[in-house]
């Protein structure tokens, strides 16, 4: 792998964190790749060898490939980390994806947007404002179908033409079961993300409750450290509340916030606190 700096056109263009990736396609033409990362100073082995360490060097090949197809077929009869989890197909996801690391990527975030989707969603639903409501379920809709959660995309795409056509009705008929749904789909995908937690490493019964004049104070902090743009003191705030137990509702406030601090949405925070 040949790591290179890219050009400030590039970072400016893309953004800070950007990356990119090209790759050869595997075949019988020699690109040459030795010359990209030896030193010049290191002078380059003989091409040529003799007759008993080409045939050294074929019989090493052998066994190894004899042990990469033996390993091959003993991971083809394992089950595969994707294939627990419900309401999702794999296999195209994996496609749409790239690779199974990629998709495993795009499961985590997608599980850490779900709560920000979730208030955005409920908000719109709450005030009436049938047209963001339209656009957020139509991002939710493609996300989901990315990562093979096609029931949950389709429910989502019902929901976004009953916003087009203006059928509120079946938005206030079907809204609630697909929030639900939502909330299970990140119940599923919590154990694949972060792992199955154990006995070990559950330490919820552990923790005191919040009360409610707790989380009053909490968000009080909250609300005048985001009015002073104050991230440190945000994140502080919310590493305090992880010690204690908090209601489904809370966390669920709490998880938005937490999505709007990774993105300097002060903003976005105060609308949060703000909503009743």
């Known amino acids: 792998v040949v790591f290179q700096q890219s050009s400030a056109a590039i ?18 033409k020699s690109y040459n790749i030795g ?47 994707y294939e627990k989890i419900k309401n999702i197909d794999a296999s195209a996801a994996i ?9 495993k990527t795009m499961l985590k975030m997608f599980y850490d ?19 963001n409501y339209t656009i957020r379920i139509h991002a939710l809709k493609s996300s989901a ?24 009705g079946f938005i206030r008929g079907n809204h609630p079961h697909f929030m639900k749904e939502l909330m299970e789909m990140k119940e599923e995908l919590a154990a694949v993300v972060y792992g199955d937690i154990n006995e070990e490493t559950d330490t919820t019964q552990a923790k005191p409750a919040a009360d409610e004049l707790f989380m009053q104070s909490v968000y009080e902090e909250l609300h005048e450290a ?23 509702e809370e966390m669920l406030r709490i998880d938005a916030i937490r999505e709007k601090v990774r993105e300097y949405d002060y903003d976005g925070i105060l609308e949060i606190l703000d909503r009743e």
Request: with cysteine.
């Open 11 to 28: 970072s400016s263009n893309c953004g800070p964190g950007a990356f990119g990736i090209m790759y050869f396609v595997k075949s019988n």
């Open 35 to 81: 010359s990209l990362i030896v030193d010049d100073e290191i002078e380059t082995e003989q091409v040529g060898e003799n007759e008993e360490t080409a045939s050294k060097t074929a019989a090493n090949e052998n066994r190894h490939n004899i042990l990469s197809d033996r390993i091959s077929v003993l991971k083809s009869l394992e089950p595969q980390w």
């Open 95 to 103: 496609e749409n994806s790239g690779s199974e690391e990629t998709f």
């Open 113 to 131: 947007s779900i709560p920000a989707k979730y208030a955005e969603l409920d908000s719109c639903y709450a005030s009436k404002d049938w047209e």
């Open 145 to 168: 179908k990315l990562i093979g959660a096609m029931e949950l995309s389709e429910n989502a795409r019902f929901l976004e033409i009953a916003g087009k056509e203006g059928n509120i």
């Open 226 to 248: 985001a009015e002073s743009m104050l991230c440190d003191s945000i994140e502080d705030i919310l590493e305090q509340i992880d010690k204690y137990t908090i209601s489904e």
